[in-house]
């Protein structure tokens, strides 16, 4: 399957060959204390379609956040874009969505974490639907209570659900979720195919996606600190703008890495 992901065509223009994929919360933004606080850069989605134009349409945003919530924040700028880990994606103006009524077991234990944690102040529950994501930043004390809480919600649900860690979240979701299955669904498809891939993120959850393109001869970067299998390293979504903003008015594409 790698090889026919990386076939190409003969002799590419440098940008004709490579599909940017970019993470969300904190890559592109900053992490906030609160999932609905955030802030977007006012200059970031007039960046990010210059990049797409430059890309040939072969930029994606691939994200945790329902693609919903991602569209409001970008402009109406109708990107290419993958949410909830890849379960739900739009692609040359198609959209696939999840449909939470296919997941009964989990709205149920949705409805049971909810009251779970409702004697907690300070975690908040965020319901997206085709999964849900425990946060924790605003009570560090309850790390472990979270932890505890979100196995056992995993041993009652079954092996068709994961837990998947980040930055003070747990998210429950389908086990078929990931970014890295979803940026391998997009590279099959024009105008990904034949490109090598270049991921960005910051977290946990990007690790898989890293994996992925790592293992087909892409560029993964990471942003900010943390162990991590990327082959490089931004130290902020400030600085990851900046370099972003340099490559859609010079054109040349600011990774180290990449010649």
């Known amino acids: 399957m790698a090889e026919a ?9 440098a940008e004709e060959s490579w ?13 906030v204390e609160r999932p609905e606080a955030v802030f977007v850069d006012p200059a970031l989605p007039g960046i990010l379609a210059e990049l797409e134009t430059r890309l040939g349409g072969a930029l994606a ?13 970008l402009g109406g700028h109708r990107f290419d874009i993958a949410g909830l880990h890849g379960l739900e994606h739009r692609i040359g103006g198609q959209l696939f969505l999840c449909d939470p009524d296919e997941h009964p077991r989990l709205r149920e234990m949705v409805d049971r974490l ?5 004697s ?5 529950i965020e319901d997206k639907g085709c999964s849900v994501a425990i946060h924790w930043r605003l009570a560090p004390i309850e790390r472990d209570f979270v932890h505890a809480t979100v196995h056992a919600a995993l041993e009652a649900l079954g092996s068709d659900y994961r ?49 992925a393109v790592n293992a087909l001869g892409g560029y993964s970067v990471r942003i900010g600190p943390g162990e991590t299998v990327a082959r490089e390293r931004l130290g902020s ?18 990774f180290q890495g990449i010649r």
Do not use: C, M
């Open 5 to 13: 992901l990386l076939r190409r065509s003969p002799q590419p223009e």
């Open 19 to 31: 599909a940017l994929f970019l993470d969300f919360d904190g890559t592109l933004v900053d992490i």
């Open 61 to 73: 945003i691939v994200s945790g956040r329902p693609i919903s919530f991602l569209d409001r924040r």
């Open 114 to 118: 909810a009251g779970v944690f409702s």
């Open 120 to 124: 907690k102040p300070g975690i908040l």
């Open 163 to 211: 837990v998947q860690f980040g930055k003070a979240v747990a998210e429950i979701l389908p086990a078929a979720a990931g970014k890295g299955k979803v940026i391998e669904k997009f590279l099959v498809q024009p105008p990904y195919r034949g490109r090598r891939p270049i991921f960005i993120g910051d977290d946990l959850t990007d690790e898989n996606g890293f994996r």
């Open 237 to 254: 979504p400030a600085e990851l703008r900046h370099s972003l903003a340099l490559w859609a008015e010079q054109g040349s594409i600011p």
